[in-house]
């Protein structure tokens, strides 16, 4: 009978619908910590599709309080068991010195950073004896900052997942391993 | 000559791959905040495409000091004015207490967190004497947790822009404002 | 030899135009009662394509005499096994109380209804002491009424199926089963 | 601001899923009233979409108090005021005398169809000295059937509204005016 | 090597441009016999393609002498096997009588007919006894007239193949057997 | 009102299926004299449509009886106004030398063609004088043949209409006009 | 884990960026020596794609020491083992008498052409006793043209493939063996 | 009249197929010089459609004797007023150091090459001095090379065209100017 097949389908969508109270992990118990760039197609760049991971993305796609956080609770909560890190070329955390960062935050707060809430909904967190550049975090190097942060994933005590890590190449619409520019490479003779 | 045709075009492309450099903002100049759930198609339910945003999202869309840095960045040196947050039912920060999450860090940290480097990266951070939960921010109502995060946002001293907030149904695929819920209402008798 | 592929192509139409004199019976031996509502996409709600259903709509997808006439008609002449009913949220049938519809009935009658045929092709066919408001059938609550249509249908000694009945949700665009509403559970924290 | 255009979306979203409780008529306030068989392409037929119009079906496209009910509640309160009737070739009406649908129907009852309630909702409904045949109502001839319902509708006092009627061919998948049969005049010489 | 792939791509254009010289027949080996009119979508009528069939088409698609010619070639010289007649509803040969069309070709030629060449090609091609309507073959009724090419075709000693006819329903869209018009019949009520 | 919309379409319908009889001409009164080769894509090749033009096509694109009434009829009686002769290179018409077509024509009568009715509707057609090679009508050049079938039709009294003619290279897929192949002059060295 | 499908696809990129320098040769091992002329559609005529071939094109398709050099390098180290000529009607090399072309040239040049470096990288290049006329090479007829180009790759020391030649036809878009031209053959009559 | 639609495209047809001859110029008077490289879609990166260039392609591409004759034929006498060069990372005339491609190909010439014809159409070709790398003319650095050839092109009395060139990076899918690289530059932090 045709209700059979209705009643499939309900089911499917209450599936969707109560996913994460239901305990379904994403289709690919995947986690992606990506930068927030407007230039980076995260799914499109990892082949992935609406259901399969769960995309955490910020300023560089460095890995802060706020990504153990989330991470943690994935990979402890909701059986993700995998992560990957994407960071990119001519991200934005490489466009200006460290100097120039912290002026200009200054300036917007008026004065000293020190009487700011980093986070609003959580005063108590501070950064101690940490300079604002160091809780800014700019980016020297896009291949190593890349190699850094799943280092810290993989690292951390409270994060349970295999971790990989791709630099998206802006310019070319390209992954490429941590270090696996080839651009000058190819552009000069084999000796 | 058509060498003009190609050289515009080259040139659209250095745009493009040398955007943040050369001080091009996206292209709506606008930020979104949302969670990393997989189910949430962001630029489909904003009406958006590659290049429009920069996308931030972590776990629960909540407002901590990882999105004032992102946002502070992007308001105060790459020309965005606007941000929306997009917070959705059936969000994993509603699928336990406060106790039964608390629990369930401890024993994957093998015992107090507090000898666990928040942020692996900045080990000055620490959340003083607030409680754990008070970190995770688990959430009570959906509504009201997204505007709360508008509200966070838009008194924070370092962050310039215009805030507005949605909360997307994963059980309808559409936005709908905080406190917008309809699907009671429309099931009963007008009286 | 080609013809035959012809023929074929010209038995298939005879059997499409002239299936009920044939006593060929719909693709899935099924009659779908629903609102005539304009919103409800039967066919796409329920993933039948023409052929396949009779489908039965008519203000509010009550169980009138009407539906009674054309589903024993199906089911005893014309082999349809199976009924499904569809409801639907926001429904015409809740937008006001009984009295407000009673009273607009007699205005437009000019009068009382009492003087009108209720059925123009059958003059001798009455309610007796019904009331006006019995005849309407307004709707209280969507997902009771659904379960009661299913109920009527099942029982009735004319008609010989097996009857499943579904809320249609316009908020959503999404099948539920009576009473299966998931949307304020999924806004709020699991306690 | 883009959130603007994220309004104007939401607000959107809200007319469609409370249309009938905030008031809001069809799209071309249009109610069809057509034959519930199979093979009729409704919207296609008559080139609407969704949102269109209501569509009232039931076995014959037979104008039944159901027809008035739906049809005098669309007219006075939802701003209707077209009516389109769609009969069709081989219509199961058209299938039997009626002496073998009043056999079956009796037969399926097990006795005498006046011990069955003809609407399980309104037991009061009657059809008084009227016979089986009467309220079954067959077809002797589509087109005539067709001009008849158009009738009943355009004099009933409870519909407020311009009505038209179309034959819909299964054969040819067109539509035709009642009476407006060409498929035997183009067949031979004219005289 | 890919030159194999190329030379087969020559040798097959070669077979098609020189199919005539080298024998090939038609790739279904049928001939199509249909009226000229611009309405008859001859190749989807019949489910074919660009190379399965030869199509013979004249005024109202008699058997002429030039249809004898054309289907003596094709069935003694290229292989062809089967032949299908197309007749259609609303011809051209059923629009006047005799008489008008004797009148009207008469004024054409500014008077008498037997002054004519027929054949301009072949001026000893002569009609003998016979009157210019018999030459200019109307049509009464379409199936008959159908199924009469049909015989003419089975019976002549010059014509070898076997012999199927259909009629296309301008109004329909669709073949029919000579005789199988069901349009009258579904339009009443089964005795 | 929306049945004024509908009433458009089938008054539409009833001048495409009642066309003749209405006296309404093809679309660009134009009437197709062509090749019944299987490879001749005739709309393709002209640029037209369903609708657009008659479309005669026997044996070799040939002008013979058969043409001239239906090119009269055409021009006389439904407003065509012009007319394209196709013939094609390739054609079957020069695939052989006279004798071998009258000895094969010869073998499949059974004996002497004399004896045969050329027009099995029309016995009293004849040929007078004339040889079985001049009724069939071989070709031996293409582009004259071309050219003599358009004179053919000009000059002759019952047919009113502009005449022009083409040939299709079906080793090139295009129309030439007579004459006019250009493949021998492009393989070498302008002098 | 999805690492690993990241991985092929970042892999894949590598070999094609870097294809030459690890030693991947064509897909099909294949050079095509095709004229540079702008109707020839070399890869569609051909049936190949992007990666299948190396294509060499110059004025006219003809072997000059450019060809053996590009020719030699790539069968010798890029393994290689095939090479398609394709020459061309109506190529701009049959245009015009070799006197003609002389006096153009030396016009531009202002004089007498050995005063010119017929190669401005390698100036020691020269034509010793050669007329300017040889080493323009023109064309007296393609079919010859092309079979002595194949000869001429076939036979040099340097060059280790196989070879094949076509000449593509401009009047007709497709491809033929030299001396293959087919277009007078089929518009006359067999003998 | 129909046939006026008919000339004009017989006439297009024999300009495209007699171009040449007819002194017609490509579509956007243009040459482009670029390598053979089967990874470069030239059509694609340069924005061009058949019949709009020429397109020269050889070895490296490297401005060669055969360049200059393609060249000044093209700009002497089809009117070409523009040359676009296009080089390639990864190009194969990178990926090896002289004295390897002179040891090869003495190799396969089985001794000295002084004995083999290096253009076997004119013998009397010769390089002089020069070595036979000079004549292989292999590339250092792909910017340089390709701002050479531009410069050879520019500069030569038989060349009058305006020249300009772009390497096609294999590695992004995009044209830079010479010397235009970026993927060093935004690797890392503006100082």
């Excluded at 986690?31 to 760039?37: P, Y």
């Excluded at 995260?42 to 796609?61: C, H, M, P, S, T």
């Excluded at 008026?110 to 101690?128: H, N, Q």
Aim: glycine letters at 8%; hydrophobic letters at 40%; charged letters at 30%.
């Amino acid at each position: 009978h045709h209700h059979e097949y209705v009643d499939a389908a309900v089911d499917a969508h209450d599936d969707w619908a109560r996913r994460r109270r239901k305990g379904i992990p994403t289709d690919k118990q995947l986690l992606v910590v990506a930068c927030m760039d407007e230039r980076i197609p995260v799914e499109g760049a990892l082949g992935i599709e609406l259901g399969d991971a769960q995309i955490y993305r910020n300023a560089g796609g460095k890995v802060t309080d706020d990504v153990i956080r989330s991470a943690a609770l994935t990979t402890q909560f909701f059986d993700t068991e995998e992560i990957i890190v994407v960071n990119h070329t001519d991200c934005g955390m490489m466009s200006a010195p460290d100097d120039a960062v912290v002026e200009g935050l200054e300036a917007a707060a008026g004065g000293d950073l020190d009487d700011v809430d980093l986070d609003p909904a959580l005063p108590e967190l501070s950064i101690g004896d940490a300079g604002v550049a160091d809780w800014v975090r700019m980016t020297d190097d896009i291949d190593k900052a890349c190699a850094a942060q799943v280092r810290y994933l993989d690292e951390h005590p409270l994060v349970d997942a295999t971790v990989h890590g791709y630099v998206y190449e802006v310019e070319s619409g390209q992954l490429r391993y941590p270090g696996g520019r080839i651009a000058e490479e190819i552009s000069t003779r084999v000796e």
